[in-house]
């Protein structure tokens, strides 16, 4: 193996390839990567079982193909440290000699045979999707997922593609997420599948290319997309997941419309005084205001208030400040609506179109 | 053909009978020392000979006994301490059965010399395996002196039974512990084998007795308390946490001045010690209750260590209740042991007996007692200082320059603490340092936040959007189901859900950290390990501990400054919250002058 590429879209390519690697595998040799070159560029791969990824990168020029296992810290070290725009790598015995800029580094590789298949793209299955509201099903719903480990399928999202939408739903049990594109559907393509949060946040990361489309293939176990430089499959996630019109609430006893930055604020405001312990803020809808209050036994007390015309019925409801925060910040509105359907059922929040996020409340139990 | 039945002649029968209760010299001679405390006796001489197999005699300087009576009291059930049956439930004198003497006298060569005060002359009765010779007029001091010589010399069975000379004496001793502790006011002579292994001046208080028997450094850090309920009463010397040990040795138990043994108070001391010890550990305790004689009976078993309460729970209630306000009352870190400088452990009454044996068996084993361990051990070794650092007077030996000690606003405000490991966080404090245990700390906050939340009956809940449902088998979801009105006092609402599911609608804010369904079955596996025979707090301590543990931050999560800070204020306003609830120390404290003991600083 000879060749030369630049040190900046290999250090690119290994930053997004790294990532699927895990910190702290059982099994030592997912710590690598596998480096396959080829006549017209390279080819990195790394999995960690759940989520497999294949990048192509450009080279300057190859002399000589290859297939090494690479291990991905060191190579990442190296790439970040170094200075020099360009890297030449050669194979040397059983190792691999990289020169970069004023460094010259010899690391042992390992043979590629062991390291499991990472599946390849199936073009005939797949169907396309732009990019852009694929990416924004991603990014609004990935982050309400579960960051405990659950029984339910809470550390996914649901992907689910009918007649001419395609929608992601995400919850962990307190609060939901939900999403809806519109989409070209010409083979009428059905499905509902969780993929973990771990492959959707490699999507989203190759999803940065400057291609317009991704090409999505959805099987039994897995999904797989496709981008121009990137394939990468992520196991599906078995377990039953709620019916997300179900967890909506219909009737709502009130709703507040709300500058969204303006809201923001007063809710971080009031969350500063609060602790991991009694994390929650209480939202007073009265004529004309919402006053956000706030009290931790240790810690103290907030109070804020906001102007709102409300509609229905005065209401104390309390939640979780962070769940508010973060629904409401991937919220693309100026304006949204807050709408309580009592004290201790789900409250709404709509602003962005085809978006709706759900919150449960907290209640306060008093002898 | 001869007829085979036959009456046993008395004699034997008492023989038999002996065995159950007289077993060893050391059941001899409690039941002669008993006997001498009947008679209102304040100075007893005890001598033993080989452990007691040869000789066990006890003097007193009690009331003593007529001609009459002496006579008397080595016939069976002949006792002076019960007329009726009826008196039989409201014994307050150790003996009621009459059976002690005549059953030792049946299986040794006994002589008893007694005298009462009013009469001139005293008399003497010899006994030798039942058969009664005298009484005989005899001279002697006021009391009554009982000789017992050659326990089971007519027995041969029973004497294969006994013991090394040493094993007899040490289980000799006890019971001279035993009956002692709660007699302050008598004192005690023992020797063995004619040299004086115990001598104990009548003390002046529990606190004395305790001392001279089980030495001073076992004593002084015990605390002291005295609640009633009623008229229960109970008087205690506890031993803080760091004094836990590894067995129950040194827990003693007195109802009424008797020791027993009952295994609900023993629940009781372990109750209040929850969270502030290991579970495998026992703490130090010396407990004096008084209950009203008529609301124990005490006639359970022979050897009288078994009782029966009228109201069990309120005795269990008080137990626990009185030890636990007293060991909240009290507030240190356990200190962190150094290296070269093992903090001596105090005396126990294990190496105190072996430091007696050692002196009295010269082929018993030597070598340093074993000590037992308590609490984390942590070697400490003094690093070299680089010369430039020290090339000033502080080096020179006679450094009297010493670290100004912190006053309190500095030690928990100055904010310095820095975080170790990813696990510890060392803080200045005004002794010196503390070195907190992020994971117990955090635990221990949980608990007590949980607790008082049950308390209170306040608290805020997560509601769940999507309510759990989770599959627990008949059993447990029986088992559950069985406290959930309990549990919503938690905050924890579990529902029915078909088949053999439940389904989790709420969960307390303070735990959500944990998935719904881990901490279900987290709730489970406390419930089937104390069962459901806990009562509502009983039940909400164990599930707090149980679910605290499970949320609490853990080893190798960095904790970002503003939470290490709001966990040591939290640590500095509850100084009693030492342990996690499991027992870990959630601190340890390295003192300054530890410090400077290690550099050399001071001599
Ligand atoms: N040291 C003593 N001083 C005075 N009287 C004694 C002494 N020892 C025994 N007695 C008398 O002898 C009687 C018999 O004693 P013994 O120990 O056999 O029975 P008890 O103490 O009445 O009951 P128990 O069998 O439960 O010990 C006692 O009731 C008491 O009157
Ligand atoms: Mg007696």
């Known amino acids: 193996m000879k060749f030369r590429g630049k040190r900046q879209s290999l250090l690119e390519a290994l930053t997004i390839v790294g990532s699927v690697v895990a910190p702290r595998s059982i099994k030592p040799i997912l710590q690598n990567l596998r480096l396959v070159v080829d006549p017209g560029g390279a080819t990195l791969l790394a999995t960690d079982l759940e989520v497999a990824i294949r990048y192509r990168v450009e080279l300057i020029e190859v002399e000589e193909g290859g297939d090494v296992l ?101 919850t962990d049990g307190k609060r939901m997420a939900v999403k809806s594109v519109g989409i070209d559907n010409p083979q009428d393509i059905k499905a509902g599948h969780i993929i973990p949060t771990k492959g959707l946040q490699t999507f989203d990361k190759v999803l940065t290319d400057s291609d317009e489309q991704v090409r999505i293939n959805l099987e039994d176990r897995q999904v797989m997309i496709r981008t121009g430089c990137a394939e990468v499959s992520s196991r599906l996630v078995e377990g039953s997941f709620p019916r997300y019109d179900a967890v909506i609430p219909k009737n709502t006893v009130l709703s507040a419309p709300f500058e969204k930055q303006a809201l923001l604020s007063a809710l971080k405001q009031a969350a500063i005084l609060t602790n991991d312990e009694s994390r929650s803020v209480r939202l007073s809808f009265s004529e004309g205001k919402l006053v956000l209050t706030s009290r931790a036994m240790d810690v103290g007390e907030a109070r804020v208030e906001l102007e709102t015309e409300i509609e229905g019925e005065a209401i104390d409801v309390a939640f979780n400040p962070d769940f508010l925060v973060e629904g409401i910040k991937v919220m693309d509105a100026e304006r949204l609506k807050i709408s309580v359907s009592g004290k201790d059922t789900p409250a709404r929040i709509d602003g962005e179109e085809d978006f709706v996020y759900v919150v449960m409340p907290v209640t306060l139990r008093s002898g | 053909m001869a007829s085979l039945i036959r009456v046993l002649p008395e004699e034997i029968a008492n023989r038999i009978a002996a065995g159950e209760v007289i077993e060893r010299p050391a059941a001899v001679l409690k039941e002669l020392v008993e006997n001498a405390f009947d008679a209102d006796a304040t100075h007893l001489e005890i001598d033993l000979e080989a452990g007691g197999t040869r000789l066990v005699r006890v003097r007193d300087d009690g009331h003593g006994m007529s001609t009459d009576d002496l006579a008397l009291c080595v016939q069976s059930h002949a006792t002076s301490k019960i007329a009726s049956i009826d008196d039989l439930f409201r014994v307050a004198s150790f003996g009621f059965r009459g059976e002690a003497l005549p059953s030792i006298a049946s299986v040794s060569e006994t002589t008893i010399l007694s005298r009462r005060a009013e009469d001139e002359v005293g008399a003497r009765l010899q006994c030798r395996g039942g058969e009664i010779e005298g009484p005989v007029p005899a001279g002697g001091p006021v009391g009554t002196t009982v000789e017992v010589r050659n326990l089971f010399f007519n027995v041969p069975a029973r004497r294969k039974f006994l013991k090394a000379e040493r094993t007899e004496l040490s289980q000799a001793l006890e019971v001279v512990t035993r009956l002692l502790l709660p007699e302050p006011d008598v004192g005690v002579r023992v020797s063995h084998n004619g040299k004086r292994v115990l001598e104990i001046a009548p003390d002046r208080d529990l606190r004395g007795r305790v001392g001279a028997l089980f030495g001073r450094r076992l004593v002084e850090p015990l605390l002291e308390t005295e609640v009633q309920d009623g008229d229960i009463s109970m008087h205690a010397l506890i031993g803080p946490p760091s004094l836990a040990r590894t067995n129950t040795r040194q827990q003693y138990l007195f109802l009424n001045g008797r020791y027993i043994k009952d295994r609900s108070l023993s629940f009781a001391i372990k109750d209040a010690y929850r969270g502030l010890i290991m579970p495998k550990e026992h703490p130090v305790t010396f407990l004096f209750i008084q209950v009203n004689p008529g609301d124990v009976d005490v006639n359970v078993h022979p050897t009288k260590t078994e009782v029966r309460f009228r109201d069990k729970d309120r005795v269990f209630g008080l137990v626990r209740r009185g030890v636990r306000a007293r060991l909240l009352e009290d507030g240190a870190d356990r200190p962190l042991k150094m290296g070269s400088q093992q903090a001596g452990a105090p005396a126990t009454r294990a190496t105190m007996l072996a430091d007696l044996e050692r002196e009295l068996f010269s082929d018993s084993p030597t070598g340093s007692p074993a000590r037992e361990a308590d ?77 008082r939340r049950f308390e209170s009956a306040e608290g805020e809940d997560q509601r769940l959007l999507v309510p759990e449902v989770v599959d627990l088998g008949a059993a447990d979801q029986a088992l559950l189901l069985d406290k959930s009105d309990d549990l ?116």
């Not at chain 1, 099903?137 to 689910?160: D, P, W």
């Not at chain 2, 939470?563 to 509850?574: C, G, M």
């Not at chain 2, 100084?575 to 340890?588: I, K, L, S």
Request: hydrophobic residues 40%; aromatic residues 6%; negative net charge.
């Open chain 1, 70 to 170: 690479l291990p991905v810290q060191r190579l990442l070290g190296i790439f970040r440290e170094a200075d020099g725009e360009e890297v030449t790598f050669a194979s040397d015995d059983r190792a691999l000699r990289i020169s970069c800029g004023k460094g010259s580094f010899k690391v042992l590789a390992e043979d590629p045979d062991e390291f499991p298949v990472v599946p390849s793209f199936d073009d005939e299955k797949a169907f396309v999707l732009d990019k852009d509201p694929f990416r924004l099903l991603i990014r609004k719903t990935t982050f309400a997922t579960a960051r405990e480990k659950t029984r339910y399928a809470f550390n996914g999202v649901r992907f689910e593609v009918e007649g001419d939408t395609a929608r992601m739903v995400a």
């Open chain 2, 375 to 451: 609490g984390p051990s942590v070697t400490f070794v003094p690093t070299a200082v680089p010369d430039d650092q020290v090339s000033t007077n502080p080096c020179k030996g006679h450094a009297r320059a010493r670290p100004v000690p912190l006053t309190e606003a500095d030690a928990g405000m100055s904010g310095r603490f820095i975080q170790i490991h990813r696990s510890y966080i060392v803080v200045e404090s005004s002794e010196g340092l503390r070195i907190v245990d992020q994971h117990a700390l955090h635990e221990r906050r949980l608990y007590e936040e949980l607790l």
């Open chain 2, 488 to 603: 919503k006092a938690l905050g924890i609402e579990v529902e029915p859900f078909g088949g053999t599911s439940v389904c989790v609608q709420s969960v307390p804010l303070a735990l959500s950290r944990l998935s719904p369904e881990d901490l279900v079955l987290g709730l489970v596996a406390t419930l089937q390990e104390e069962g459901a025979k806990l009562d509502r707090r009983e039940l909400c301590s164990e599930v707090a501990a149980g679910l605290a543990c499970r949320a609490a931050v853990k080893f190798n999560d960095s904790l970002p400054d503003d939470e290490i800070a709001a966990l040591l204020a939290w640590s500095a306003r509850n100084p009693d919250a030492r342990n996690c609830p499991h027992g870990r120390p959630v601190a340890v404290s390295v003192d300054l002058r530890e410090l400077e003991n290690q550099f050399q600083r001071k001599k």
